[in-house]
């Protein structure tokens, strides 16, 4: 039987023929990796155990429709359950674990399929125990439970919250909101060698999705049809029946728009012959995503202006990957990019004057809007990118940069540069004669309805300085290449 699954080896993850197989046992890594981190500053009380609640699964409005749950990502990361209404309980000092599972009632077998018993799920997650949700209160009282730690928090990226998990009976346990939260959020900081395997096969998977549409597109075709070919390839191919993300597809001056693709811009643009394409992809693969971004001509073959264009972004994203170690400052990367970005601007014609005085008066910002990377794991802007979110600057582009960390070796980010003629901030900056005196506005009317150019790879910190798991085409020649039909260096990163 192939599945989820195999029925016949509980020990691996599988979606079957040649996809990765990832071993129940990087969950007990992460778990260990979290009881080490609570045993820091002061260690934990005895009989102290972590809750976490998994996803429940939804409805669509006040339908009966259920969407296709993905589990939330801490409870994934520590148990690796697929399935929905679990409970995790995670013994603070001995990191013995114990999933609680839901009651099922007699109708599930006839609609959703077998009720598996309690034992299915103790061999197939390789936990130490599993028991009913409806008899977790009971199991803490027996045990002697002394102190609950809650995951309660917020997201640096999302500003957003994470909840702590309720159940019955919980009011009678002294609990811990303060603890686990920034615990959890520093092991997944840094991966571990069988998280980067499940990792290295997400981006392997999303560069060969990318390349089976670099060889598709043409002129004419819509652009969720590139879409369409991206998560066909990644879910065919590769077992990945999620994207991290919603497809970026834009076309043209699309292309412009950051996180294009959304319900109310839905890829649905005909690509015209002499569009800049640009791609922003990732699929997810039980649950650990690739972020991958290609930009190329949509006939196939650079303009002047294309190549000008794409080359200061691709010199932008060398610059920095060549500067890739552990004790780099990724804000100092970002200026990195920056400075690059306006050097080459201006030997296109389109910036003028003194490249420093561009960066303090914030010119690069004015076409690289965004960060220039991000922390990547199971989550596509992964948990740890400011340890201290006071100490994020609020100077335009830089303030939008979502890692402000010294690298170390273990974290896994993109890198992102980009480069797009934006009508709303192009506008404002020739308003201001202070910004304007460093453009060529005749120059820069060329570039309108351009669109853009990102280029985003995924990135390892090495001891050494850094792997890049991202299999796509990157040079003129090597893009031209591929999507003529020939051969390229798949290896030449």
Known sequence: M???????????YSMGLSTLRVPMAMFKQNREKLVAELAKDGGVAPNSVVILRGAKQQTRFDTDHEPLM?????????????????????????????????????????????????????????VDEVHYVDDLSDQLTANKTSVIYLLKGKNSDSGNDA??????????????????????????VFKTPSEIEVLRYAAKVSSEAHIKVMQTVRPGMMEYQLESTFLHHAYHSGGCRLAGYTCIC????????????????????KIQNNDMLLLDMGAEYYCYGADITCSYPANGTFSASQRAIYETVLNAQTAVLNAIKPGVQWVDMHMLAYRVICENLKAAG??????????????????????????????THDVG????????????????????????????????????????????????????????????????????????????????????FTLCPRTVQEVEDCMAGRSWNKNSK
């Open 350 to 379: 389109i910036l003028k004057g003194d490249v420093d005085e561009m960066l303090a008066n914030h010119i690069p910002a004015l076409f690289m809007p965004h960060g220039l990377g991000h922390l990547l794991g199971i989550d």
């Open 250 to 269: 834009g076309s043209g001056n699309n292309s412009s728009t950051l996180h294009y693709g959304h319900a109310g811009a839905p890829n649905t643009r």
């Open 385 to 468: 990118g400011y340890p201290d979110p006071s100490v994020r600057s609020t100077a335009p582009g830089v303030r939008s940069l979502r890692m402000g960390r010294v690298l170390e070796a273990g974290m896994y980010l993109t890198v992102e540069p980009g480069v797009y003629f934006i009508d709303h901030l192009l506008d404002s900056a020739l308003r201001d004669t202070q910004q304007a005196a460093f453009i060529v506005a005749e120059k820069l009317a060329e570039f309108r309805g351009f669109g853009g150019v990102r280029l985003e790879d995924d990135v390892l910190v090495t001891a050494t300085g850094h792997e890049n």
């Open 70 to 126: 993905r589990q939330e990502s801490n409870f994934h990361y520590l148990f690796g359950v697929t399935e929905s209404g679990f409970y995790g309980v995670i013994d603070a000092n001995t990191g013995k674990t114990t999933l609680f599972v839901p009651k099922l009632p007699e109708s599930y077998a006839v609609w959703m399929g077998r009720i598996e018993p309690p034992s299915f799920y103790k061999d197939k997650y390789g």
């Open 163 to 188: 909840k702590p998990a309720k159940f019955t009976g919980s009011d009678a346990f002294t609990v811990d909101l303060d603890r686990l939260h920034p615990a959890i959020v520093r092991s997944r």
């Open 2 to 12: 192939e599945g989820t699954q195999q029925e016949h080896d509980h020990s691996h």
